[in-house]
């Protein structure tokens, strides 16, 4: 906030409609901490039609500085600044429509307000309108080559987010642009020693695979990946989890993978969820607590996670973390099998050939699952199919237990019946012999 409302205080310079030394008063209070002071004296100066007050006090409001927060009162006065033409006040305005705040949801009118700020040179607005040309939003039509022409504007002005997004279109070679990992690392830079995580963490993958001319270098990998991480970058936490759990260059470290994968999955990220069960099932760097692990599956597997659904597909299987279940587990094989995930489709082929989980015996569906998974090279371990198998036979005996138990029953009394009859028959005779 701090540094648009200076900007604002430098453009403003020129505007004489209201008195130029209470608005320095009002931007030197804001500067000072004198949140309440500012507030009062921004809402005196909008109230008479000031365009940067009508925009710092918009900003005052969406982030509740000085004053409750507010959207729609911020709404309102970018608004006002806005028609005024205040470039600043356009492109907020833009990103309230764009994220639902105060106003309706509407990628529409987000990039009409973008447009007439970009058109003003605000690269702010220049490099969101850009990602909305990226993206084909806000009925624009889907134009890599407009965006890479805004992002430039804005790159130009040093706007870090602009030099990050045009990065990765020369790292992906899109809008025109020829695939350029030298390029892209020079602006992932740039943008990097602004603090904009994103780019850190782009920076921070160049360095792990060693491109773009970088060498491979793990510790500037984690340097960077660090520097997202306490921004809340939950990707980039993610990463440094798996550095440390494989030991990528750099020793082992259980525990540092645990605390990073948490971090990553509280804040919902599937893969660090998956991972945190894993290292919750395995014990590696955390106590072993099936339950634990069953709870951070469940939580990627609901996200779609496919090995995710698989691994809690055989926590039910086994009753690990969970009550033994074998319809929750074939539930969550097939939700895995049918993204093409081949650990759970070779599950899913055991439980038919078992009869597990209320599935009949099905050897063709069996012998279908089993090569789906085996074209993309599955390798079964014994012990894996042993227990699944074992788990769905059970159920499925039990599913018949009554009839099973008549039969043996029926059989066991014929038996006995016809043991005695021999008995009946050999001791007459004996007594036959004797007489």
Same mark, same amino acid.
């Given at each position: 906030?701090?540094?648009?409302?200076?900007?604002?205080?430098?453009?403003?310079s020129?505007?004489?409609?209201?008195?130029?030394?209470?608005?320095?008063?009002?931007?030197?209070?804001?500067?000072?901490g004198?949140?309440?002071?500012?507030?009062?004296e921004?809402?005196h100066?909008?109230?008479?039609?000031?365009?940067g007050?009508?925009?710092?006090?918009?900003?005052?409001?969406?982030?509740?500085?000085?004053?409750?927060?507010?959207?729609?009162?911020?709404?309102?006065?970018?608004?006002?600044?806005?028609?005024?033409?205040?470039?600043?006040?356009?492109?907020?305005?833009?990103?309230?429509?764009?994220?639902?705040?105060?106003?309706?949801?509407?990628?529409?009118?987000?990039?009409?307000? !973008? @447009?007439? &700020? =970009? %058109? /003003? +040179?605000?690269?702010? #607005?220049?490099? $969101?309108? *850009?990602?909305?040309?990226a993206?084909?939003?806000?009925?624009?039509?889907?134009?890599?080559?407009?965006?890479?022409?805004?992002?430039k504007?804005?790159?130009?002005?040093?706007?870090?987010i602009?030099?990050?997004?045009?990065?990765?279109?020369?790292?992906?070679?899109?809008?025109?642009?020829?695939?350029?990992?030298?390029?892209?690392?020079?602006? !992932? @830079?740039? &943008? =990097? %020693? /602004? +603090?904009?995580?994103? #780019?850190?963490? $782009?920076? *921070?993958?160049?360095?792990?695979?060693?491109?773009?001319?970088?060498?491979?270098?793990?510790?500037?990998?984690?340097?960077?990946?660090?520097?997202?991480?306490?921004?809340?970058?939950?990707?980039?936490?993610?990463?440094?989890?798996?550095?440390?759990?494989?030991?990528?260059?750099?020793?082992?470290?259980?525990?540092?993978?645990?605390?990073?994968?948490? @971090?990553?999955?509280?804040?919902?990220?599937?893969?660090?969820?998956?991972?945190l069960g894993?290292?919750?099932?395995?014990?590696?760097?955390?106590?072993?607590?099936?339950k634990?692990?069953?709870?951070?599956?469940?939580m990627?597997?609901?996200?779609?996670?496919?090995?995710?659904?698989?691994?809690?597909?055989?926590?039910?299987?086994?009753?690990?973390?969970?009550?033994?279940?074998?319809?929750?587990?074939?539930?969550?094989?097939?939700?895995s099998?049918?993204?093409?995930?081949?650990?759970?489709?070779?599950?899913?082929?055991?439980?038919?050939?078992?009869?597990?989980g209320?599935?009949?015996?099905?050897?063709?569906?069996?012998?279908?699952?089993?090569?789906?998974?085996?074209e993309?090279?599955?390798?079964?371990?014994?012990?894996?199919?042993?227990?699944?198998?074992?788990?769905?036979?059970?159920?499925?005996?039990?599913?018949?237990?009554w009839?099973?138990?008549?039969?043996?029953?029926?059989?066991?009394?014929?038996?006995?019946?016809?043991?005695?009859?021999?008995?009946?028959k050999r001791?007459?005779?004996?007594k036959?012999?004797?007489?």
């Amino acid at each position: 906030m701090k540094s648009i409302i200076i900007s604002l205080y430098l453009l403003l310079s020129s505007y004489a409609n209201t008195s130029f030394a209470d608005f320095t008063s009002a931007v030197s209070n804001y500067n000072k901490g004198n949140y309440n002071t500012a507030f009062k004296e921004f809402k005196h100066l909008a109230e008479q039609g000031n365009i940067g007050a009508q925009t710092n006090l918009g900003m005052m409001y969406e982030h509740g500085t000085g004053t409750p927060k507010d959207y729609k009162q911020a709404a309102y006065w970018y608004r006002m600044s806005a028609k005024q033409g205040g470039a600043a006040a356009q492109y907020n305005l833009g990103v309230l429509y764009t994220n639902g705040r105060g106003v309706p949801k509407n990628d529409k009118r987000a990039v009409e307000w !973008y @447009k007439k &700020s =970009a %058109e /003003q +040179g605000f690269a702010n #607005a220049q490099s $969101n309108l *850009g990602f909305m040309y990226a993206e084909g939003r806000g009925g624009l039509p889907k134009d890599s080559k407009r965006a890479v022409e805004l992002y430039k504007q804005a790159a130009a002005q040093g706007y870090s987010i602009a030099q990050s997004n045009l990065g990765l279109m020369h790292a992906k070679g899109r809008g025109g642009l020829p695939k350029d990992d030298k390029r892209a690392v020079e602006l !992932y @830079k740039k &943008s =990097a %020693e /602004q +603090g904009y995580s994103i #780019a850190q963490y $782009n920076l *921070g993958l160049m360095y792990e695979s060693g491109r773009g001319g970088l060498p491979k270098d793990v510790n500037k990998a984690v340097y960077w990946h660090t520097k997202a991480s306490k921004q809340g970058f939950s990707v980039s936490q993610y990463n440094l989890g798996v550095i440390y759990s494989e030991g990528r260059n750099i020793p082992k470290n259980y525990k540092r993978a645990v605390e990073f994968y948490k @971090k990553s999955a509280v804040q919902g990220y599937s893969d660090a969820q998956f991972n945190l069960g894993l290292m919750y099932e395995s014990g590696k760097g955390v106590s072993k607590d099936y339950k634990q692990a069953a709870y951070w599956y469940r939580m990627s597997a609901k996200q779609g996670g496919a090995a995710a659904q698989d691994s809690l597909g055989v926590m039910y299987a086994n009753g690990q973390g969970v009550p033994k279940n074998d319809k929750q587990a074939v539930e969550w094989f097939k939700k895995s099998a049918e993204q093409g995930f081949a650990n759970a489709q070779h599950h899913l082929g055991v439980m038919y050939e078992s009869g597990g989980g209320g599935l009949l015996k099905d050897e063709k569906q069996a012998s279908e699952w089993y090569r789906k998974a085996k074209e993309q090279g599955y390798v079964s371990t014994k012990y894996d199919d042993a227990s699944i198998a074992y788990e769905g036979a059970k159920k499925g005996m039990a599913a018949a237990g009554w009839a099973v138990f008549a039969l043996l029953a029926l059989l066991l009394y014929k038996i006995i019946n016809v043991l005695l009859i021999r008995y009946k028959k050999r001791k007459d005779a004996a007594k036959k012999i004797t007489q």
